[in-house]
């Protein structure tokens, strides 16, 4: 890979992954960005021992977050990354081995999920493939207040990389619930949605059937339960909160 390559993060109180996370990133990456918004731990102190440019933003939302880090790079060509995704081995090499140079545009990239130790494979976890290497002037980040994600112009050129990403986002199902949950409330206050319950119980048993049978989420036995519950929950509660 002889074009450069920045990698962007954005963070708050990410001590716990984040060493790891740049620590794979760097042997990639020409230059790391990361835009804080507030850490109170050892993130920055990490981040700098990384060689990081650090920035501080208060925090925008999601999307307008990421777009203030992408606006901070420096190289065409970025990997935007969270402070809990960590590139394998595999990946780097991949990465390396680009000729980021030609016609594309953007690359997918899958990520596997882990729940504590637990990879996430079966009831629709796996792939997820998440547009995150891309040309810096060809688009940018949406700017819904959760699940944000790259937007290049419809007939860009975009191709999947072969290799994961291991997406370390929960300790636990406890925490994901609890997430999952703010999510919710998220959604429905940047779009604007009205009370909903029919709607709202249509995507809950959608979700559930979904999840658990449909894309096998029960070979997880009861974590799979668990999880096809959780994502159940986000999709009915995103439609029935009050403004």
Not at 72 to 85: F, K, M, P
Not at 110 to 120: E, P, S, T, W
């Amino acid at each position: 890979m002889q074009t450069k390559l920045s990698v962007s993060i954005i963070c708050l109180n990410e001590a716990g992954i984040i060493d790891e996370c740049l620590r794979q990133a760097a042997r990639v990456a020409d230059e790391i960005v990361i835009v804080d918004s507030g850490s109170t731990d050892q993130t920055l102190e990490i981040a700098e021992k990384h060689g990081a440019k650090i920035f501080h933003q208060d925090w925008l939302g999601y999307g307008k977050q990421k777009n203030f880090a992408l606006a901070q790079c420096a190289n065409e060509w970025v990997l935007s990354l969270d402070a809990d995704e960590v590139l394998t081995d595999e990946l780097v090499q991949e990465i390396e081995q680009l000729e980021l140079g030609s016609d594309v545009v953007g690359y997918r990239v899958a990520r596997k999920l882990f729940v504590g130790d637990q990879f996430i494979c079966w009831g629709g976890y796996y792939p997820d493939y998440q547009l995150r290497l891309f040309r810096n002037s060809a688009g940018g980040f949406n700017e819904l207040a959760v699940h944000e994600s790259v937007q290049l112009p419809a007939k860009s050129k975009i191709r999947k990389l072969k290799n994961p990403l291991d997406h370390f986002s929960y300790d636990s199902l406890e925490q994901m619930d609890a997430a999952f949950h703010k999510f919710a409330q998220l959604s429905t206050r940047k779009r604007n949605r009205l009370l909903n319950p029919f709607r709202a119980v249509f995507n809950f048993l959608y979700t559930f059937l979904n999840k658990y049978f449909l894309r096998l989420g029960f070979l997880h036995g009861v974590t799979g339960l668990r999880l096809a519950w959780i994502h159940s929950k986000y999709s009915f509660f995103k439609y029935i909160y009050r403004m």
